[in-house]
């Protein structure tokens, strides 16, 4: 059963880092990196596998490595950390010029998780609902996508935002440099849950990633 475990702040390294950013310099920062997906563009290509559904998949697979990125505030505004994250993404309807957020639970095994993805975009297709899922958990993190769009600098501004301690990804389009193929992707971090290490990390990783595909298969 996936909770929502408080952190023992008595033993945790980064309380002070975290009631610093919580309490006196509330703050969340973003970046823009160009993800190097040559590999995995060239495998994709090749394999029965829907590139958006592989590259949630791979998002969430590391994101979910990472307790800094599984954190949510409990009741009393004390840190927590779920079990497991599931992402929660967009996809667009042309006909109405809107989209939807859809949910699919992670699953460490991409070929499930491809298929439950690509079962839930063809089920919801025709539904312009914002959210139309009526199950939606609380442990989820966002991903969504400019996809006519290379971006090489992006901003996201929420509202009284400092209690969402999930990440937000955002990737863009494509573009071809010399040989290799990459890909923009924005993160928007909650200071408190994690430091520029914890991101850097996790960058390095899906590019790891995404540089060794034989997931695909």
Not at 54 to 64: F, G, R, Y
Not at 152 to 168: K, M, Q
């Amino acid at each position: 059963m996936t909770e929502l475990r408080p952190i023992d702040l008595d033993t945790w390294p980064r309380r002070e880092h975290f009631e610093h950013y919580r309490q006196r310099v509330q703050c969340s920062y973003e970046v823009t990196v160009d993800v190097d997906v040559t590999a995995f563009v060239a495998a994709v290509r090749t394999s029965a596998a829907k590139t958006y559904a592989s590259q949630i998949w791979a998002i969430a697979t590391v994101v979910n490595r990472h307790a800094e990125f599984r954190m949510q505030l409990l009741d009393d505004g004390s840190p927590g950390v779920w079990d497991v994250v599931h992402p929660m993404f967009t996809v667009f309807h042309p006909d109405t010029e809107t989209f939807s957020a859809l949910v699919v639970p992670y699953d460490e095994d991409f070929g499930r998780f491809h298929a439950a993805a690509v079962d839930t975009m063809d089920r919801y297709r025709d539904d312009v609902r914002m959210f139309p899922q009526d199950d939606r958990p609380r442990n989820v993190f966002d991903v969504s996508t400019f996809p006519r769009t290379s971006f090489t600098g992006f901003a996201l501004h929420v509202r009284d935002g400092y209690d969402h301690l999930l990440p937000i990804v955002t990737l863009g389009r494509y573009r071809t440099e010399g040989d290799r193929t990459l890909m923009p992707m924005a993160l928007q971090i909650n200071h408190a849950a994690a430091d520029g290490f914890h991101t850097s990390r996790l960058v390095q990783e899906l590019e790891d990633l995404f540089a060794a595909p034989s997931w695909l298969a």
